[in-house]
Structures are given as C-alpha cells and as structure tokens.
C-alpha cells in the first residue's frame, strides 16, 4: 500500500484468488465493509464493491494517518478477476477480455 500512497487515480489489478486448496496464497489487505481497517500508519476505506460474473471491482480510500506527516488520501480502484481456475488457465479468453476491457478504462495500474 505504501506504493499506492505515492501515486494518485490507482488502479490495482489482482488475479488470483485469496485461498487454493484450503491454502492462503494471498492477505486481504481490503477490508469487507466501510470500516477502515488500519496496516500500520495506513488506514484503507472500503467505499463500494461491484460484482461481475468473472471479477469485482473495489473502491476504496487509503491515507497515511501518521501525525508527523500531511494527511494525503487517495482513491484506490481495485480490480479483483475472480474465475481463474485453482490449477491452470480459463477455458475461455472472453472473460479475460471483458476484464481488460473494464481496467483498461482506468488510469495507473500498479
């Protein structure tokens, strides 16, 4: 997240699942409602979720909240492809495309 400070109109893409055969492949490093969770001197907003067939798109704020510093919040714009199989590839590239065609729309990606 400390990256994302650093930029403005973020868009992260992720395309892995959370968990494969009952292993964490991944943290969630969002939290699941409006209540901002807070990762050491970075507090992250959950602002709006919208699922898709193949995906979800995450809206939310980050900010630094140490008291040493000026408080900058940005937008975060988070782009979660949600069908790819445990083992392998999809069968099929149209989900694929309909999610490039969503992020593409966006501005930075990190």
């Known amino acids: 997240m400390t990256v994302v400070l650093l930029c403005t109109g973020v868009q992260v893409v992720f395309v892995a699942q959370l968990v494969e055969d009952s ?3 991944c943290e969630q490093y969002w939290p699941d ?3 901002p969770c807070l990762y050491d001197v970075i ?3 959950l602002t709006s979720t919208t699922s898709y067939a ?3 798109v995450r809206s939310f704020y980050i900010r630094h909240v140490d ?3 000026d408080v900058q919040e940005h937008c975060v714009t988070h782009y979660q492809f949600t069908a790819w199989p445990e083992h392998g590839v999809p069968r099929s590239p149209l989900a694929l495309l309909e999610f490039h065609t969503k992020v593409a729309t966006g501005s930075t990606i990190v």
Request: negative net charge.
């Open 54 to 56: 193949n995906f979800v």
């Open 67 to 69: 008291d040493d510093r």
């Open 33 to 35: 409602d409006s209540t």
């Open 23 to 25: 292993i964490v492949k």
């Open 43 to 45: 507090s992250v907003t």
